[in-house]
Every structure is written in C-alpha cells, then in structure tokens.
Nanobody, 119 residues
Framework: QVQLVESGGGLVQAGGSLRLSCAAS????????MGWFRQAPGKEREFVAR????????RYADSVKGRFTISRDNGENLVFLKMNSLKPEDTAVYYC????????????WGQGTQVTVSS
C-alpha cells in the first residue's frame, strides 16, 4: 500500500513559479514510476508528467514541455514538479500518482493540491 500526500500548491501570478511535492509512504517507493496529473474545473483529469522508478526517464505533456520539470528523491520518498512560466490555463488541482514500474495503470492517487494562476 502506498499513500501519497501532495503539497506546495497555491496562488501565483502568470509567469511565476511553484514547486509541488509529493510525499510517499511505504518501503517500496523505488518500485514505482511516479507521475503528476491535473484536473481543471469542468474538464477531465489529464496527464502532466511522468518519471521512471530510477529517475532516468521522464515524459511530459506537450502543454507543459519546457516549462515543467519532474524529479524524484528515492532516498526521501519524494517526487517534485517544478513549474515555471505558469499560465492561467495551468490552473487546476494537481494529483500525484504511482504506477508499478513497467505497469500500465495508476494504482495510487494523492488527494490533490490546488494551483491557481492569475492573469
């Protein structure tokens, strides 16, 4: 069982930056690929970024490529999402997710953290 707790959300002006953190419980954190998803009001949840269990491979949605960076610290069971050059359309609840390495579906979700970007 993996529990995920996000933090770091808040209100920021367009062009600003935020860093989201996700703290994971459990001794097998390094067995999981980790990701970030987001859901804006009235929209479906969408993929934002993913990082492999080792941190050696990352993937980003086209909408955030070049602005967001995902990273992880397996020693501390932490995943980060550094968000730069934020836009109003980045406003959403951001969710941390865990998927067994090499798996297809997300097994665990965090409760989400709100990010609001004002214009």
């Amino acid at each position: 069982q993996v529990q995920l707790v996000e933090s770091g959300g808040g209100l920021v002006q367009a062009g600003g930056s935020l860093r989201l953190s996700c703290a994971a419980s459990g001794p097998t954190f390094s067995n999981y690929d980790m990701g970030w998803f987001r859901q804006a009001p009235g929209k479906e949840r969408e993929f934002v970024a993913r990082i492999s269990w080792s941190g050696g491979s990352t993937r980003y949605a086209d909408s955030v490529k070049g602005r967001f960076t995902i990273s992880r610290d397996n020693g501390e069971n932490l995943v980060f999402l550094k968000m730069n050059s934020l836009k109003p359309e980045d406003t959403a609840v951001y969710y941390c997710a865990a998927r067994p390495s090499g798996g297809i579906e997300v097994n665990y979700w965090g409760q989400g953290t709100q990010v609001t970007v004002s214009s």
